[in-house]
């Protein structure tokens, strides 16, 4: 037999016996034999020893120590195994029958897409730890599945963001057909205790283009026959991973946009310069109830101009952009033409990547929280149109300021052709879909309400676009024809902008009327006594108004269900003596700024007592329509001239010929401000971890630990070894953090931590001081009194904790430090039992890089996101402590010292303090033994005497010269010197101050007898 064929067969023969025995039930059974066997003998070997005790014969220990050692091993291979997982079966998802296909508008969220296509596609095992001699058991399954989601009628905009279980999986902005790849295995969890596993896996979405093609992959995995999906949007996830432990997947939801897609005509969207409507207030919120401003007028020339000192008083309330001086259409006027104008208002920043662009005619200067920005033709000169060169100031979430802007008119009245200025939001804002499109498509598509083109007021649509592109009125919502019809839909989209959807009596085309004011009364029909029939009116009352409004919207971004503060009318709630309010649900509306506006809308047309009048009349109104205003003049009734918009009207009958019409005193429409601020928190993404707020990464101090080490092992650890810790707080609402640990190889993680209770000084900190002001505190309330602190490179002790004084006391320069100033912000960390604690034993002046990824309940942050910090051991725990309580001349903090600098100081005993935080002020402990002492003075940065071997607590030294003196004391034991050392600066003069003597050697005194020195 070769060398080989005898390993083979041993290899074998091995495995077979080890089956024989452990995994059949003969093979236990002799085990079992043989352990009872093995324990006879041992008690046999037992008694025997003790006898031969008794009879002074020499025993034989290690037989009782093998046999007792052969019995724990079968023991141990006898321990039942750990049975493996099974592998559930779940049913199939089913599609509802009857189930509509969605048409979205705007950004929506789609919660419950239809799964019109599913196959379970294998599995992959989970094992849990070792268990004896029984390997890994098998704790559970990872579940591949195919998943074919009906999303909504295809093709949209773009796809951009898609859930699992409600936690993000990915994000991103696709639009068009394709695949993306989701890496997100610890979406649920994970596969880590209580976890549910995540998505891992490729996700293709088909827009449902006209040319698209049958999935290859559907044929494949599904079925051969299969459709080509055109004209729907679907989302194939092709056979990944999806979820853990339990086969029932997690529900999915995605986020599309569809604005200019999905339209049926050849030239795609209609009018799309106006489809898309930036929704400022989801990246602005603008406080306040409009602009404020102050006209400043002058004798001409214009010389005011330039004079950029921001007004204190005399601002009055405005309202929105722009501000002309010839009236412009939907701003603010300012008079006379011949002024400058200051505006100003308080502003906060909720998203990132955006400017506010300031353009003003003839030009203008741009402060910040009154610090000079910059300006447009600062000069003045004279430009034919200076709104074209703006100012752009950047934005950043989270940013609160107060803008104030100069605008200025020319230096002469022969340039000036009027002011104007103009401040708008640029960047990544969201987008929402103008409802005058939404109304257009509805009217026009083949799946809604399929009329021709030809039968809309082109003008009528266009003009009501504008003005609501204007006013920022863009909506996000979705039509499904199972639950709701083209009518139901239109009034939805009219109830929320506040306008009329109707049919011209006279040429049969659809009109969209706006209600809003800004017309222009001599152009207004108007209806007289001549023309009235009938006439009845119903009063309002105080009682029937309306006087707090609250309106529900839908947060697209945050995707939740929101709701206003209440907006009150408050001469309203005086005049009843109660709040009678209202809740207006429109979950269409997708911010905030918006959703208060129309509630200020809604509460304008409803907290005063309205005039609702019936009336018949001759035929003179056969072509007014719905949502129109015109002037009601009768005097028979008392009325010179109101204004009326038309409810509801019916033409009448062949017979009789009057028609009906149901009318209102007229309050129009869409407020430019309302008294309430928006939230302006910007919207939290829990979902996407963000890098620490602050950390500290050090190397282990001897105290720490000996707190957490058995005394054996901190005795017998070797000098060169160190460990690392860090602390944290985190930037947002992250869970907790991984510490990645660097050493050459590679990060890897080396611990996972809570985060720490920290806290900052609110200003300045002397060496002296214990009681400290703090601010910025996180979970000192749960902070143990005693408890290590490390501020800076200072570790103290935590003496007390006053959250309502706002502050705490402090035991200063423990362990291996000295006491130190500490400027204002700089932070404290509470060492416990949250710290992330690096148990891998480094060398002595080993570099080493660490990185902490702070974790959200779905991802964790990537290691290119966060900052490393190296760190170069020391040795540090095993160096002697530093002197403590250093004094010179008998004072521990001195200003000016004479003639002699003698330096004191107290023992410490690192080996004798062990885990005991021994501040600074305590008595001498020690020292540890084999240390000595080195003290230095330095006069004017410049060594001038060193004493080492110092074992006692004094060292004295009388510097020759005048200046700036250091002294330095630190320990020194088997040539290791302690981590910090003891520092004390002042001024040193050789010889003391005497009194003033004049030129006959007599002591200077002034006339109250007081002498000098010097």
């Known amino acids: 037999m070769t060398k080989e064929s005898i390993r083979r067969w041993w290899h074998i023969t091995r495995w077979r016996l ?96 239809a799964i019109i296509g599913w196959r379970k596609m294998g599995t992959k095992t989970i094992r849990g730890k070792k268990s004896g001699f029984n390997g890994r058991p098998i704790i559970g399954y990872w579940y591949k599945q195919l998943f074919h989601f009906l999303l909504c009628r295809g093709p949209v905009d773009a796809v951009l963001e898609f859930r699992g279980g409600d936690k993000t999986a990915w994000k991103g902005e696709m639009t068009a057909s394709g695949e993306v790849q989701i890496s997100q295995r610890d979406l649920w969890g994970g596969q880590g205790t209580g976890g549910e596993g995540g998505v891992e896996g490729p996700m293709e979405f088909l827009f449902g283009e006209a040319g698209q093609m049958p999935s290859s992959y559907l044929a ?42 999905g339209w049926e005509r050849d030239e795609g969207a209609w009018y799309p310069e ?48 722009p501000y002309t001086t010839n009236g412009t259409s939907g701003g603010a006027y300012w008079a006379p033409m011949r002024s400058n104008l200051w505006v100003r208002r308080r502003v906060t920043a909720v998203a ?77 804002l969201p ?68 306008a009329n959807l109707s049919r011209s009596p006279v040429d049969g085309l659809w009109y969209l009327d706006l209600i809003r004011g800004g017309y222009d009364l001599n152009t207004l029909p108007v209806l007289t006594d001549d023309d009235i029939i009938e006439y009845s009116e119903q009063p309002g009352t105080m009682q029937d108004a309306v006087n707090q409004v609250i309106v529900e919207w839908r947060d697209p971004q945050r995707r939740e269900d929101r709701s206003t503060a209440p907006v009150q009318s408050l001469g309203a709630i005086q005049a009843v003596g109660s709040v009678v309010g209202e809740v207006a649900a429109y979950r269409e509306i997708p911010e905030e700024s918006l959703a208060l506006r129309v509630a200020g809308r809604n509460l304008q047309s409803k907290a005063r007592p309205l005039r609702r009048i019936s009336i018949k009349t001759t035929r003179v109104a056969y072509a007014w329509r719905p949502g129109q205003v015109f002037r009601l003049q009768s005097m028979k009734r008392g009325i010179a001239d109101m204004a009326c918009r038309i409810g509801d009207a019916d033409r009448g009958t062949l017979r009789s010929g009057a028609i009906a019409l149901t009318v209102l005193q007229d309050v129009f429409g869409l407020p430019q401000a309302v008294y309430v601020t928006p939230d302006p928190s910007p919207a939290p993404d829990d979902e996407v971890p963000k890098p620490v707020a602050a950390s500290a990464v050090q190397e282990v101090p ?90 800076g490179d200072e570790i103290c002790r935590l003496d007390a904790v006053d959250l309502i004084a706002g502050n705490i006391t402090l035991g200063r320069g423990c362990a291996d430090t000295v006491r130190a100033k500490h400027a204002t912000g700089e932070r404290l960390w509470v060492i416990d039992d949250s710290i992330a604690l690096d148990a891998t034993r480094y060398s002595a002046s080993a570099s080493i890089s660490a990185k902490l990824l702070p974790r959200t ?57 062990a885990a005991q935080l021994i501040d600074q002020a305590a008595a001498s402990i020690g020292p540890e033994a084999g240390t000595t002492y080195t003290a230095r003075w330095y006069l004017d940065d410049v060594l001038d005497h060193t004493v080492e071997g110092v074992t006692g607590t004094t060292a004295s030294h009388a510097p020759a010269a005048d200046g700036l003196l250091r002294v330095e004391v630190e320990a020194v034991r088997d040539g290791l010197v302690s981590w910090q050392m003891q520092v004390i600066e002042c001024v040193y003069r050789v010889t003391p101050y005497s009194d003033y003597v004049d030129q006959n050697g007599d002591i200077y005194a002034d006339q109250n007898g007081d002498t000098y020195l010097g």
């Open 702 to 791: 001897y105290a720490l630990l000996a707190a957490l080490q058995p005394p054996g092992e901190l005795a017998a650890l070797p000098v060169e070894a160190g460990y690392l810790f860090a602390v944290a707080v985190p930037a947002g609402g992250e869970i907790d953090y991984s510490l990645q640990v660097d050493d050459g190889g590679g990060y890897t993680e080396q611990a996972e931590s809570d985060w720490s209770a920290t806290a900052t000084n609110v200003s300045e900190v002397g060496k002296m001081d214990t009681v400290i002001d703090i601010t910025d505190a996180r979970g000192l309330d749960d902070a143990v009194i005693g408890a290590m602190v490390l501020w």
């Open 274 to 321: 106006k489809a898309e409507v930036p929704l400022a207030g989801a990246g602005v919120v603008l406080h306040g109830s409009g602009w404020e401003y102050l006209v400043e007028v002058f004798s001409e020339p214009n010389t005011e101009w330039s004079n950029w000192t921001i007004p204190v008083g005399g601002w009055l309330q405005g309202g929105e952009m």
């Open 18 to 113: 080890r089956y024989a025995l452990l995994d059949t039930p003969a093979g236990r059974h002799v085990c079992l034999a043989l352990a009872l066997v093995l324990a006879a003998v041992s008690a046999w070997q037992f008694y025997a020893g003790m006898r031969a005790h008794e009879a002074g014969e020499p025993q034989q220990a290690w037989v009782q120590i093998v046999v007792a050692i052969v019995v724990a091993l079968i023991s141990y291979a006898l321990t039942p195994k750990q049975p493996d997982a099974v592998d559930q079966v779940a049913e199939a998802p089913r599609l509802i029958d009857g189930a509509g296909v969605r048409m979205v508008f705007g950004e929506v969220w789609i919660t419950d897409p």
């Open 857 to 913: 309940t779905s991802q964790r942050l990537g290691l290119a996101d966060a900052a490393a910090s190296v760190i170069t051991l020391a040795s540090r725990a095993a160096r002697p402590y530093p002197p403590a309580a250093a004094t010179l001349n008998g004072s521990a903090v001195p200003v000016e010292i004479f003639e002699v600098a003698d330096v004191a100081w107290l023992h410490r005993d690192r080996v004798a303090s």
């Open 220 to 261: 494949g995995a599904l079925d051969p026959k299969q459709p080509a999906y055109r004209g729907l949007l679907t989302a194939l996830y092709k056979g990944g991973l999806w979820g853990a432990f339990s086969p029932y997947p997690k529900a999915a939801s995605f986020k599309v946009r569809r604005i200019l897609e």
């Open 352 to 428: 990132n990547n955006l400017t506010m662009r300031i353009a003003a005619d003839n030009g203008c200067v741009v402060f910040v929280d009154g610090v000079y920005f910059g300006g447009s033709n600062e000069a003045n000169d004279p430009i034919s149109d200076n709104t074209q060169y703006p100012v752009f100031l950047p934005l950043y979430a989270g940013q609160t300021f107060e803008v104030h802007v100069k605008v200025f008119a020319e230096k002469t009245l022969d340039k000036d052709a009027g002011g104007v200025l103009k401040i708008g939001i640029d960047g990544d």
């Open 431 to 498: 987008v929402a879909m103008n409802p005058a499109h939404m109304l257009y498509q509805s009217i026009t598509d083949s799946w809604m309400a399929s009329e021709p083109e030809s039968g809309i007021n082109d003008a009528s649509f266009r003009a009501a676009a504008d003005v609501l592109y204007a006013e920022g009125f863009g909506l996000c919502t979705e039509w499904d024809s199972t639950t709701e019809s083209v009518e139901q839909f239109q009034q939805r989209i009219c109830d929320v902008i506040g």
